[in-house]
């Protein structure tokens, strides 16, 4: 499986919020020149992290945008399923999909596949925004760069 870069860029975007969360809005311009992802490309991934209500917009002069939740409360999973759908290896395991193929109930390897995607999901799932933002802060008190 490989994510877009919906998924990359979207993620990198989120955690910019993360870091800056608490000090008001942030501007698009500035998360996609900290990014190094084009405004033109972040507004239409935040377009899609607005509908499912992740991130909020602020108009005006000081305006931008906002986590809608406390970055603990927002996962790398629910992120990348905005942008990229759902989850899987293999198109025979996407979860709410009927059966791909006529093989599937016979099919050995979709098991393997099935196991995949839930240890993808549960990864996901289980890593935060602030979790991130933690780490980043670990890997500076070391002096390390860490980028995403």
């Keep these: 499986?490989?994510?877009?870069?919906r998924g990359h860029y979207g993620l990198k975007a989120m955690?910019?919020?993360?870091?800056?969360?608490g000090e008001g809005p942030v501007p698009i311009s500035e998360?996609?020149?900290r990014q190094m992802i084009s405004e033109p490309?972040?507004?239409q991934l935040f377009s899609a992290l607005r509908k499912a209500g992740l991130i909020k917009s602020v108009r005006g002069a000081q305006g931008g945008y906002l986590l809608n939740r406390l970055?603990?409360?927002?996962?790398?999973?629910?992120?990348?399923?905005?942008?990229e759908g759902p989850i899987a290896p293999v198109e025979c395991v996407l979860?709410?999909?009927?059966?791909?193929?006529?093989?599937a109930d016979a099919c050995?390897?979709?098991?393997?596949?099935?196991k995949v995607r839930d240890a993808l999901n549960e990864v996901?799932?289980?890593i935060t925004l602030r979790d991130m933002v933690e780490e980043a802060n670990r890997n500076q008190s070391q002096n390390l760069m860490y980028y995403i």
Excluded: F
Excluded at 108 to 114: A, E, G, K, L, T
């Design 41 to 43: 490309y972040l507004e």
């Design 95 to 103: 979860e709410n999909v009927k059966e791909a193929c006529d093989q």
């Design 31 to 33: 998360i996609a020149q």
């Design 1 to 5: 499986m490989k994510l877009s870069t």
């Design 15 to 21: 955690y910019d919020l993360a870091l800056h969360y």
């Design 108 to 114: 050995i390897s979709r098991i393997v596949w099935s």
């Design 71 to 83: 970055p603990e409360e927002i996962t790398v999973g629910e992120i990348v399923r905005v942008l």
């Design 124 to 126: 996901m799932d289980s």
